[in-house]
């Protein structure tokens, strides 16, 4: 697989959770609805109308190929708020990991959309969180986890308290340690395809680790972020020629 400069990392990053923006404070050439919408991606990037690995589908509610390997190894640390325009995003100190089949992807961040951009069995869930991973060859990973309405979770709550008054000003929250692990379900069971990044450039070759199980949020934990962000999941994909695990 090609390799990447850091600097080419760091962009495909941020283009991941729409962190980057065009001219001006925060002029963003690319939304989830009207002229700059997904329908229209493929104008920023090609890939997002032509490629046929992208992100993200429907999953099926049962697979008969046998699921692989998944290890979590995350870690309390500092963290850091980001509303970009597209999402809230969460920086994480260096030392948490993930090792998929025997590669080790460190965490860099996670961030949020509502409703579920994965559906399964074409029905989407109230959110999904993303946490994103790339190893030491500029390979992507993202881990999905699907989240239901239901009691008020604590780790969504310190990072809602948390989150800058400013669009793209990134808040360093003092005096929190959070650890991701707190944001996944007891059972890792779950869907592996290899597909895209799910905003534009929408680049492919990106290992989805989607799990099974859901957490919980509750109703106004998601109002509060529909009110600060709105509706942010890109329309299902085609699968295509693609095996689902």
């Not at 099926?60 to 500092?78: A, H």
């Not at 008020?152 to 692990?181: F, M, R």
């Amino acid at each position: 697989m090609k390799r990447f400069t850091s600097a080419a990392l760091a962009v495909v990053f941020l283009l991941c959770a729409g962190a980057l923006s065009y001219g001006g404070e925060h002029a963003a050439h690319w939304s989830y609805e009207g002229k700059e919408g997904p329908e229209h991606w493929g104008e920023f990037s090609e890939v997002c109308k032509t490629g046929k690995g992208q992100s993200p589908i429907d999953l099926p509610k049962e697979v008969k190929t046998p699921t692989k390997s998944i290890g979590f190894n995350y870690k309390p640390g500092p963290i850091k708020t980001l509303n970009n325009g597209h999402t809230i995003q969460v920086s994480v100190a260096p030392g948490s990991t993930v090792t998929i089949d025997g590669k080790r992807y460190e965490l860099l961040q996670f961030h949020f959309h509502s409703p579920s951009e994965h559906e399964v069995g074409g029905i989407p869930y109230d959110m999904e969180l993303h946490l994103v991973h790339k190893n030491d060859k500029g390979e992507l990973a993202v881990v999905g986890v699907f989240m239901k309405e239901g009691k008020e979770n604590p780790v969504v709550k310190a990072i809602w308290y948390n989150l800058s008054d400013k669009v793209g000003v990134e808040k360093p929250v003092e005096g929190l340690k959070l650890n991701p692990a707190d944001l996944l379900p007891a059972d890792y069971t779950l869907y592996r395809y290899s597909g895209s990044l799910t905003t534009p450039p929408c680049s492919e070759k990106v290992s989805w680790n989607v799990l099974k199980a859901n957490i919980e949020v509750s109703k106004e934990q998601k109002e509060k972020f529909l009110s600060v962000i709105g509706k942010n999941a890109r329309p299902i994909q085609p699968v295509n020629e693609r095996t689902i695990e």
